[in-house]
């Protein structure tokens, strides 16, 4: 028997934002019935941009419910930039932790989450933001999990072995048919790891007790590249001069036709708001 935290019980008892919304400005669905766990997940934005409402519909066991019901709650009031940083994490910790059984619950509304502002995006004719760019391959015909959803779960969660990859997003736990294309993902992806430099290259950078320097390591690290990197990219600080921060995107953000727009949408706009409205980003190329 799993443990599961009062907050958990209590969202599935008494679940927020259960239904649909007629106006949604953005709607996703993941899973399906016949897997046996299904979301889906509405919003509405006000007139600032910001999520008004959020509402979700699901077929799930009790931690789908709860974890639906948090992510529901938390994006209230948001922007979509900053619903965009919710990682499935930040789901389960709001949730005071899942069991590790349980953790594929939080993905599929994080995955929700994504779909939901990718259709708002198209609908409204806008460049989807790089990081939500999603590719479906499907790799798990049982339980419908595509490979990009197993890759980055083997990324933020450092897994090495199926079963793992099983408890946090349900694929391989059926047939057993996709077991062979799992383990060829964790190899290839530890191959990637096991490769990548270590952390933010850092030149020309002030002395390491300037605090605005330091504000913006930390930034570009805590918020930026942690984020990216779920997505299989990776930012690095080149330089700081003057009021001008020099980056360079790498791994999948290299090449995303959409760098420019998550170097000053994104990246510049959390410098700014974090650190000094001042502050201007470079994208240096490699
Ligand atoms: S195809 Fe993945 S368990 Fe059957």
């Known amino acids: 028997m799993w443990d599961y935290s009062e907050k958990v019980l209590d969202h599935f008892m008494n679940p927020r934002n259960v239904g649909a919304l007629d106006d949604a400005d953005g709607v996703g669905e993941v899973g399906s019935m016949a897997c046996g766990d299904a979301l889906r997940l509405c919003f509405k934005l006000d007139a600032d941009g910001r999520i008004a409402d959020a509402r979700f519909q699901t077929f799930g066991c009790g931690s789908a419910i709860a974890s639906s019901s948090m992510l529901t709650e938390m994006l209230k009031g948001l922007t979509l930039e900053q619903a965009a940083r919710i990682s499935n994490e930040d789901i389960a910790r709001e ?16 995955e929700a989450l994504e779909a939901a502002m990718i259709d708002y995006y198209r609908r409204q004719g806008r460049e989807v933001p790089c990081g939500l760019l999603v590719q479906d391959v499907e790799i798990c015909h049982c339980f419908q999990v595509s490979r990009e959803t197993i890759v980055k779960t083997i990324r933020q969660y450092r897994l090495r072995e199926i079963e793992d990859v099983t408890h946090y997003t349900k694929a391989g736990g059926g047939c057993t048919a996709c077991h062979h294309d799992i383990r060829h993902l964790i190899e290839e992806v530890w191959q990637e790891l096991e490769a990548a430099p270590a952390g933010l290259v850092q030149v020309e950078l002030p002395a390491a007790g300037d605090e605005r320097s330091r504000q913006i390591r930390e930034v570009l ?66």
């Open 221 to 286: 690290e805590n918020d930026i590249a942690r984020a990216l990197r779920t997505d299989g990219g990776d930012i690095e600080l080149v330089a700081i001069r003057g009021r001008r921060v020099h980056v360079k995107l790498t791994g999948a953000c290299a090449s995303c036709p959409s760098s420019g727009a998550t170097i000053k949408g994104w990246v510049e706009q959390q410098l700014r708001e974090h650190v000094s409205p001042d502050l201007e980003v470079v994208e240096e190329k490699s």
């Open 95 to 110: 949730l005071d932790g899942l069991p590790r059984e349980k953790m594929h619950c939080s993905v599929m509304g994080r």
